[in-house]
């Protein structure tokens, strides 16, 4: 798959990340119908979809660079980012191989793997990595497998483990997240890591997406979208630095909300682990500034109904009230009231 | 995926060793301990799908091996392996699953297997080996099996293999262990009986004790749906699940998941008893038999469907 690279933007600071007209295009938009109510929105994760973000098995894109480096000053300030319980080993050896495998496959002009027996070469090259080590010696890595690998590939990762008929979350690398702590929810059963969420328990959305995953086959690996609004496109929205982003809020005004509201989409994929028969769930995060998404004509104006006519606890829980509004009425002129096409295709090759 | 037979040993007259490899010569995927693959088995009127389980350790990716026993009165797969499997055929395999893996927090792993149902222990060995766990593994057999079973079992102070019926005091083992012990159980229906009994009596918690089954498998007895709208009569076989029966009449019914969670494929029942296999539908329209999940529920009648 051919991928360009750009240099590393921040995330932080001075927010210098744009997105590219190919970026644009290639966001996983993820609202396929003009209301939004939470469900059971799974599907096979199979490659092809309705934008390139779903070509590849762990999708890469041109921020892959200012994504590791932000990652990289996370786990400087706060170690506790990335966690595994100690019965986890065989999980992260699975991980470690499935990313490795995944990306010289996807990707195989910026990294490559090669095998004699269980010693293994693995080059990244936009990050200048060429390490030789033996599968199954932790002692081999300069990280644990599981940190040595996730700390190249975009997106949070955490490792579930299957047990008493439930999944616990039993290790994790998290440093691009939407306002939740792996160092509080490490060791949770499924529905405690899910209890802040609202009205999808009083529906049953969490009993039958358990009792599902639980099923989860090797080999067959399912997807679904999540999304929220973040305030800049800042990485690192997390609880424990609350103080650093928190603040952004009140500094939203009807004159910088294009520019600044960002519309986060977690791409996440559970795949079956095999040695370990844990689940891996990749939490694959896009950030697009609604005055990039506008640029697509399609998402606008569905993006102005979907925000206009949330339920309220659910813009509660994503902590939008203070900016809600603004968003709706900086999007409504961006709404002729068309009727829009289902399914989230950008239905334009240029924009 | 196309694999080709690369070796078959006769390990005694009723049992063979069968070793698989991809087709085009790749790696296969990392398997698991205590993993299963469905072999679709070429039989004279139908394709036969039979699981039998890995017992190449998980990081052999060169080849999978299964054991198989003739079965007296099988539906046919087995014998076929054994008068037809031969070096180079090729035959097609499902990817491996595994729902009988080996818990990552036990703190010692007691192995019980009977007959054929030595085969995911087989595999669960070199892992549990290679992991310094703490584990003991009991075999039974007939006596006239003890020779085949002898040669593959590992010569090692944990494992024994018993040949009488009473050599092995069930109660008296179970009774003896620590709090963080796994029970591991296969073999025939009758041994997996009275070793869960055995220790449920002496109380051992239900996630602590594992069972190998098959599952998962979308058949059943045939049954029959009257389509009122389209006006189609469709016959679900027995190999096939209702959603792939309607997909194979040139039908397009939403689906999502295929697995009876996410509640796209529902379909309302105008008359007959569903049997329900889902997830997904509340207890109401369960017992009022109103829906039917077309993924993985079957029927007990014939069933007439608002489609």
Redesign the interface.
Known sequence: MNLIIKPAETFRGDFSMRNSDAAILRFPFPFPEDNYMY??????HVRGGPTAAYDAVFDLDEHYLGDMQDRALVLIDDPLRCQVLP??M??QW?TL?LLMESLAQDFSNHFSLTKNGDNWRWVNRPMKIDDTFTF?RADTLPYPPFEYITRQVQGDFTIQ?????NLFMDGGMVTSQADWSLNFDLGMAFHEWHGPVPVAHEI?VF???L??LL?L????P?RRLNWTLTVNPRLDTSPENYPLWGPDKATVTAQNVGAKMCLRVELQTLTRL?????ILFGIRGYLIRLEELVRVKKWGARLHRAIRDLHPEIAEYKGMPRYRQMIVEYLAPFDDGAVLNAGTAPEQSSL | MITRIANVVALSPTIKRIALEAAEGAALPTAAAGAHILLHIPGPSRVWKNAYSLVSPPDERSKYEIIVRRVEHSRGGSAWLHDHAEIGAKIEIGLPANLFPISQVAQKHLLLSAGIGITPFLAYFPVLQAGAKNFEWHHCCKLADAPAFSALLPRRREITLHTGRNTLNLDSLLGRQKLNTHLYICGPAEFMDVAVAAAQKLGWPGEKIHTESFGGATGGAPFTVKLARSNLTINVGPEESLLEALENAGLNPPCLCRGGACGECELPVLEGIPEHHDHFLPEQKRVQNTAIMACVSRAKTTLVLDF
Do not use: F, L
């Open positions: 469900a059971v929105n799974m599907e096979p019965h986890m065989d999980a699975d191989e199954g483990d299957q047990r008493d008929d049953g009993d039958r997406a009792k599902y099923r086959q090797y080999g067959k399912v095999p040695r370990s028969n844990a």
